[in-house]
């Protein structure tokens, strides 16, 4: 099995060479055959603008070599899992290598972001379905997130779905408070974070007072526990996904952190809402440094990033990691995810590469960035800690992550849309999250200021672009940039919270 090398390390050995780039033999690639028989369940360089920069594919391309070739070191163990990871990597290397055919690349062996076609790809998503998306019926606020705020990322304006998203929102919000998957369904807390950031993307008072915020309320406070998470649902399941959920739901509409006195986690010390939150999300961080969901579970990239936009609302990123988490840890984790050749990150300790990842771990990185560097001022230079000669905004590879993305990650045939990997078709859920983590790996997060040192404390942060040297894709390529802790467009997170602050209560 080849072993993962993680890009934050091993790109100190890289250089780019301009070569001609061909398919690397390696030992494994016999293993690769075998098994695809079997039944497998920061200084600015010059900025390319335009179509010209992207020409027919040419014999000469500035491609690093470790994004073209196999790992080093094979471990002679076979399993099934090495045996995936081989075909993973088998696959990839032709597009990493600039060797489709059909595919126009620059001199970096990077091809165009296909804007217009994910574009037509994510506004199908917002029409009728067919009938196979059945399945997906109890998840119908997420369909409208992904797509709506995949859409913004790509510089859209989504106003014009405001009134449907209104009428879909109020048939799927239960009397009780919050919002279901679908019609007659339960509330969710997952679903209700996604219909709510639905509804911001939007914007405007309709999407906003169509959300009942004091049956919300009232839901959130039943879902709070003694032990200081919230239940996904009444009688679910409590992890970090709820704890993350709930913070965003809290902060965004304004509600109120006074804890209704029938909550399971009512006491004679009045606690509120947010009463022992951190404490359950210190409890989630396992032996290796990763989040799991729950105390003593696996970690995992999504709960990473659900605990660290947690502790980031509850306080400002520089005292509330370090306070509740052992960072140095997490970052070796969050490095670890990151693997040669394919450029881009995986959720698990031994497990593949997955595009969603871009986003669950990608987006992991410039919240620790901002805790790491503190609140400064943006004519002062920032990238580097204090005292330190690390470079806080290249922890990981921005340039493998945007290459895995961009020729990996993108669905190059009519159908546009983001997928997992080459072999998986693209889909709404991967799309907006392969998006994100493009913003966040073309794009700089500083935090500015924060206004106190308690509960509550708000950030504000500048999210601004990244000019990589080189800077591998055209500018045109950049997307838009989001905030990195609602991930909403950052005008749609001062909207909102400029509308529900400016009227108290209910």
Same mark, same amino acid.
């Given at each position: 099995?080849? #072993? $993962?090398?993680?890009?934050?390390?091993? /790109? @100190? &050995?890289?250089?780019? $060479?301009? $070569?001609?780039?061909?398919?690397?033999?390696? %030992?494994?690639? /016999?293993?690769?055959?075998?098994?695809?028989?079997?039944?497998? !369940? @920061? =200084?600015?360089?010059?900025?390319?603008? =335009?179509?010209?920069?992207? /020409?027919?594919?040419?014999? &000469?391309?500035?491609?690093?070599? #470790?994004?073209?070739?196999?790992?080093?070191?094979?471990?002679?163990?076979?399993?099934?899992?090495?045996?995936?990871? !081989?075909?993973?990597? !088998?696959?990839?290397? %032709?597009?990493?290598?600039?060797?489709?055919?059909n595919v126009h690349y620059n001199q970096y062996g990077v091809p165009r972001l296909d804007r217009g076609r994910h574009i037509k790809f994510l506004r199908k998503h917002l029409e009728t379905l067919p009938a196979r998306y059945v399945t997906l019926d109890a998840s119908r606020p997420w369909i409208l997130y992904w797509?709506?705020? =995949?859409?913004?990322?790509? *510089?859209?304006?989504?106003?014009?779905?405001?009134?449907?998203?209104?009428?879909?929102? &109020?048939?799927?919000?239960?009397?009780?408070?919050?919002? +279901?998957?679908?019609?007659?369904? $339960?509330?969710?807390?997952?679903?209700?974070? +996604?219909?709510?950031?639905?509804?911001?993307?939007?914007?405007?008072?309709?999407?906003?007072?169509?959300?009942?915020?004091r049956a919300l309320w009232r839901w959130l406070c039943a879902l709070k526990q003694p032990d200081g998470g919230f239940q996904m649902a009444i009688g679910g399941e409590v992890d970090i996904r709820g704890a993350y959920c709930a913070a965003v739901l809290v902060t965004l509409l304004n509600l109120p952190l006074d804890l209704s006195s029938d909550s399971p986690a009512w006491t004679n010390d009045r606690p509120d809402l947010f009463t022992g939150l951190p404490e359950f999300v210190r409890r989630c961080q396992s032996f290796e440094g990763g989040i799991s969901a729950q105390p003593d579970g696996e970690a995992h990239g999504a709960y990473a990033f659900c605990a660290l936009g947690c502790l980031a609302i509850l306080g400002a990123p520089h005292r509330t990691f370090p306070r509740y988490l052992d960072v140095p840890r997490l970052i070796s984790w969050l490095s670890s995810r990151q693997y040669a050749p394919e450029g881009g990150l995986g959720g698990r300790t031994n497990k593949l590469v997955d595009g969603c990842y871009s986003h669950w771990v990608g987006c992991c990185w410039p919240l620790i960035e901002a805790s790491l560097a503190g609140p400064s001022k943006l004519m002062f230079d920032v990238n580097k800690v204090k005292n330190s000669d690390i470079d806080i905004h290249n922890l990981y590879s921005r340039e493998g992550l945007i290459r895995y993305i961009l020729c990996c990650a993108q669905d190059q045939s009519k159908r546009g849309g983001m997928r997992d990997k080459p072999s998986k078709t693209s889909d709404a859920y991967h799309t907006c999250y392969v998006l994100s983590g493009l913003s966040s790996a073309q794009h700089i997060?500083?935090?500015?200021?924060?206004?106190?040192? +308690?509960?509550?404390?708000?950030?504000?942060?500048?999210?601004? %672009?990244?000019? =990589?040297?080189?800077?591998?894709?055209?500018?045109?390529? /950049?997307?838009?940039?989001?905030?990195?802790?609602?991930?909403? %467009?950052? *005008?749609k997170r001062k909207e909102i919270m400029s509308y529900f602050l400016s009227k108290p209560g209910f």
């Open positions: 099995m080849p #072993i $993962k090398t993680s890009l934050a390390r091993a /790109r @100190q &050995r890289t250089t780019n $060479k301009g $070569k001609i780039m061909a398919s690397v033999p390696s %030992p494994a690639q /016999r293993d690769v055959q075998n098994a695809q028989d079997e039944p497998l !369940n @920061q =200084g600015f360089a010059p900025v390319m603008t =335009g179509a010209a920069a992207y /020409r027919s594919q040419e014999p &000469r391309m500035m491609i690093p070599d #470790i994004f073209t070739s196999w790992p080093p070191i094979q471990d002679t163990l076979e399993t099934q899992t090495s045996r995936l990871q !081989n075909i993973t990597i !088998n696959e990839c290397l %032709p597009f990493l290598g600039a060797e489709q055919s797509c709506l705020n =995949g859409l913004s990322i790509l *510089g859209e304006d989504v106003s014009r779905y405001r009134d449907d998203l209104v009428e879909t929102a &109020r048939s799927m919000q239960n009397p009780t408070g919050g919002f +279901g998957g679908g019609t007659g369904h $339960k509330s969710h807390l997952a679903c209700t974070y +996604g219909m709510v950031l639905a509804l911001s993307v939007v914007g405007g008072e309709a999407a906003y007072e169509v959300i009942d915020r997060t500083r935090l500015l200021s924060s206004d106190g040192e +308690g509960m509550m404390t708000h950030s504000e942060y500048d999210v601004s %672009p990244h000019h =990589g040297d080189p800077q591998i894709y055209a500018e045109e390529d /950049r997307v838009n940039a989001t905030d990195p802790v609602y991930f909403i %467009p950052e *005008g």
